[in-house]
Nanobody, 126 residues
């Protein structure tokens, strides 16, 4: 069992930055790929990015590539999402999730993730 708790959300102006954190409980954190997803009001939850358990591979959605960076610290059971040059369309609830699978298709498929956090709100004002 893995429990995930996100933090770091808030209100920021367009062009600003935020860093989200997701802390995992359990001893097997470093055996899971970690993903970030987001859900805006009235929209489906969408893939943002993912990082392999070894932290040496990442994937990003085209909409955030070059602006967002995922990293992880397995010693701290924590995964991060650094968000730069934020846009109003980045406004959403952001979720971290854990998956035992890796690969581009698997990372982008929310059905491949076994555990989810409760989410943290990010609001970007124009």
């Amino acid at each position: 069992q893995v429990q995930l708790v996100e933090s770091g959300g808030g209100l920021v102006q367009a062009g600003g930055s935020l860093r989200l954190s997701c802390v995992a409980s359990g001893r097997t954190f470093n055996s899971y790929a970690m993903g970030w997803f987001r859900q805006a009001p009235g929209k489906e939850r969408e893939f943002v990015g993912a990082i392999k358990w070894s932290a040496d591979r990442t994937y990003y959605a085209d909409s955030v590539s070059g602006r967002f960076t995922i990293s992880r610290d397995n010693a701290k059971n924590t995964v991060y999402l650094q968000m730069n040059r934020l846009k109003p369309e980045d406004t959403a609830v952001y979720y971290c999730a854990a998956s035992p699978y890796w690969g581009r298709a698997a990372s982008m498929d929310r059905g491949q993730y076994n555990y989810w956090g409760q989410g943290t709100q990010v609001t970007v004002s124009s």
